[in-house]
């Protein structure tokens, strides 16, 4: 098996909420799929789904834990500590809810996360450790 991840996929309660959240609060652009239970994103070589709870219980053939946040985060990493703030506000006027500002970590890059709709967490950091490609790809140097 290739390491890689292929797609992440985000339960919620509100499609349409975490769906406008991404594309009308980040710019991001969604491919719908018919009847509004999923929207995918292309996020580089991977994609990004927001799914409705109940659909993807069905889907799964069992429950699906409403806890959302603290057992896996997403991450966006900006170029600079300044991308890091501007990301950040454009994530609160989207909807999102604080849940640590922005911040020079202990690990030496700079960082906040929020709860977006939907409940999960989002890291927005600065990694001066992890350069990023013009594509927006991050890679860990060996």
């Known amino acids: 098996m290739d390491q890689r ?9 509100d499609v349409s909420r975490t769906r406008r959240f991404f594309s009308e609060g980040l710019g991001w652009t969604p491919i719908d799929e018919p009847g509004g239970s999923i929207v995918f994103f292309q996020i580089g070589g991977s994609i ?4 409705g709870r109940e659909a993807l219980q069905h889907d799964l053939g069992r429950p699906v834990s409403n806890e959302t946040s603290g057992a896996v985060t997403l991450a966006w990493n900006g170029r600079s500590e300044a991308e890091v703030d501007a990301a950040y506000a454009k994530a609160l006027s989207a909807g999102a809810e604080t849940v640590t500002a922005p911040t020079a970590v202990f690990w030496g890059g700079y960082s906040g996360t929020v709860e977006i709709p939907g409940g999960h967490l989002l890291e927005i950091a600065y990694n001066p450790f992890w350069p990023i490609a013009g594509d927006g790809s991050v890679t860990i140097p060996q």
């Not at 991840?5 to 309660?13: E, G, K, N, P, R």
């Not at 990004?48 to 799914?51: G, S, T, V």
């Open 48 to 51: 990004l789904a927001i799914y």
């Open 5 to 13: 991840i292929s797609m992440i996929t985000l339960a919620v309660d």
